[in-house]
């Protein structure tokens, strides 16, 4: 069981984060440094969301999260390789520790894969 923080607030949302984790957590597999962990987590993988208005337009970051218990990602780095469900991912950043929980920033594809150089507009 996880260790509990001091103050009530904090132990209400460490107990609430293990339940989502135990209830709509799925198994994922990580490759960092050589070695190879598999952990229980939710990704978080939003829809695009762009807002186009007259004269200019708002682009929002989509980039996937999965949110996981800190203690199971230890030695987990940037660009280590992540894959659940025959999906590869890698992990762009590490977030901070919140009450023994965080979040990974992940890009789509193999690890260090970058995306095709844009050229031009896509539609004339």
Same mark, same amino acid.
């Given at each position: ?15 609430? &984060?293990? @339940? ?5 957590? !799925? ?9 190879? /962990?598999? +952990? ?31 203690? &199971?990602? @230890? ?5 280590? !390789? ?9 992990? /762009?950043? +590490? ?30």
């Amino acid at each position: 069981m996880l260790s509990m923080p001091d103050n009530d607030f904090d132990r209400a949302m460490a107990k609430a &984060d293990h @339940e989502i984790l135990r209830a709509m957590g !799925r198994e994922f597999h990580i490759q960092a440094g050589g070695r190879s /962990v598999h +952990i229980r987590g939710v990704l978080d993988e939003t829809e695009s969301d762009v807002l186009l208005k007259k004269g200019g337009g708002t682009i929002h970051d989509v980039a996937p999260r999965l949110f996981v218990c800190t203690r &199971d990602i @230890e030695g987990v780095s940037r660009k280590s !390789r992540v894959e659940c469900d025959g999906v590869v991912y890698w992990v /762009v950043s +590490i977030g901070p520790n919140d009450n023994g929980f965080c979040y990974l920033t992940l890009a789509r594809g193999e690890p260090g894969t970058s995306l095709p150089v844009i050229d031009g507009w896509s539609k004339k």
